[in-house]
């Protein structure tokens, strides 16, 4: 597979022009610190405890009675507190929707409240104004090299620079932008030559709160360097400059941590650019089967449907058409994920897309 089949010739300038800016990983065992939840009510004005069936993280080894809770702090605003396991400003989040109703969210701003790690969720409707919406959320933060075989690497974009960035072998990754709202990032070693393998999640971050979702344009890998598009929008589906997060994960869960998790999935819809993998079943595994209406999808991950689990989704193409969740998904051992995608207006229209799954076991 050469460059020309899944990256445009945009980003291959970008490249080619050396115009990416390094950032080296730092050091000692991934993923260090780590949850993920469901906000199913977003209007609860104290704090609250979250959905405990679709919520877990790396402090239930030392305070497995602590749960991930949340609190509305303003119209489709929301924040998620992960106990026990604060970092401050490290680490990516990623965030979905869970509705019919096109509605898509960016994350804020995240950081430390005491021991915990705090996450701000803004969500918006078609149009851009501020509307509560349930949604997943994670946050993870990683360092230190793993074994070959398996990878994950994460960079964040803020303020027209790579601000922070982790990769699994110990490499620094690199990103640029190339244009208004559109970004080359580059992961050098953790894909596999010349084959689309693993899943790539991207989520906008917005400061300010403005209306923005970014999405992946392309994305595949040369020789073992993963390269990927990122293209941001705002609500009239014009390209707009926004801050950003973008994770990478290869036979590992999308927070990072691997045995356990052991029952992971993952899966895209590109046509000639397909990557599925299930990590109790095998390649090819997971499957997709286009629902009513048009531009709806069920996606299953066979036999990985364990205990707590976590789903994200992104759109995966060009426009400004989005994919979120429709429902939360199906609590049986053969998952079950309900996917709506939208154009700008939030009328459901066909779209690719790449979700993953995981269990905590």
């Known amino acids: 597979m050469r460059l020309r089949s899944f990256v445009s010739t945009a980003l291959a300038a970008v490249l080619a022009a050396a115009v990416l800016v390094p950032t080296a990983p730092a050091a000692a ?34 305070f497995p009675s602590a749960w991930a809770d949340g609190i509305k702090v303003g119209p489709g605003r929301f924040q998620v507190r992960f106990p026990q396991v ?5 680490g990516v989040p990623h965030v979905t929707p869970v509705n019919r109703s096109g509605h898509y969210c960016e994350v804020v701003r995240w950081g ?23 949604f997943t959320v994670l946050w993870t933060t990683s360092s230190g090299v793993l074994p070959a ?6 960079v964040q974009w803020a303020g027209g620079g790579l601000t922070q960035s982790y990769n699994s072998t110990g490499v620094g990754n690199a990103a640029g932008a190339f244009g208004v709202g559109q970004y080359a990032v580059r992961l050098p070693g953790v894909g596999l030559p010349d084959l689309i393998a693993g899943n790539v999640q991207v989520t906008a971050v917005q400061p300010n709160a403005l209306p923005r979702r ?20 705002d609500q009239a589906g014009a390209y707009a400059n926004s801050d950003f997060v973008l994770s990478y994960h290869r036979r590992r869960s999308v927070v990072g941590s691997f045995g356990p998790p052991n029952h992971i999935g993952y899966l895209g819809t590109a046509v000639g650019g397909q990557t599925n993998d299930n990590s109790m079943v095998g390649l090819n595994a997971n499957t997709v089967v286009p629902l009513a209406p048009t531009g709806r999808f069920l996606a299953t991950f066979p036999q990985i449907g364990l205990r707590e689990t976590h789903v994200q989704i992104v759109a995966q193409g060009p426009g400004s058409n989005y994919c979120h969740l429709t429902q939360p998904w199906s609590y049986t051992t053969d ?27």
Do not use: M
């Open 29 to 62: 065992a991934t993923a260090d610190r780590w949850g993920f939840a469901f906000v199913k009510d977003p209007t609860v004005s104290v704090w609250t405890v979250l959905d405990t069936t679709r919520q877990w993280g790396s402090w239930k080894t030392a």
């Open 214 to 233: 970014c999405k992946v344009n392309s994305w595949g890998a040369v020789s073992t360097v993963v390269h990927a598009e990122v293209f941001c929008y």
């Open 112 to 134: 430390q409240s005491g021991a915990d790690q705090i996450v701000d969720v803004q969500c918006h409707r078609p149009g851009g104004a501020r509307e509560d919406t349930p």
């Open 149 to 154: 075989g398996n990878s994950y690497a994460y």
């Open 335 to 361: 998952a079950e994920v309900d996917v709506l995608c939208f154009d700008n207006a939030g009328v459901i229209t066909p779209h690719r897309f790449l979700a993953t799954f995981t269990s905590r076991v």
């Open 86 to 90: 604060g970092a401050g400003q490290r």
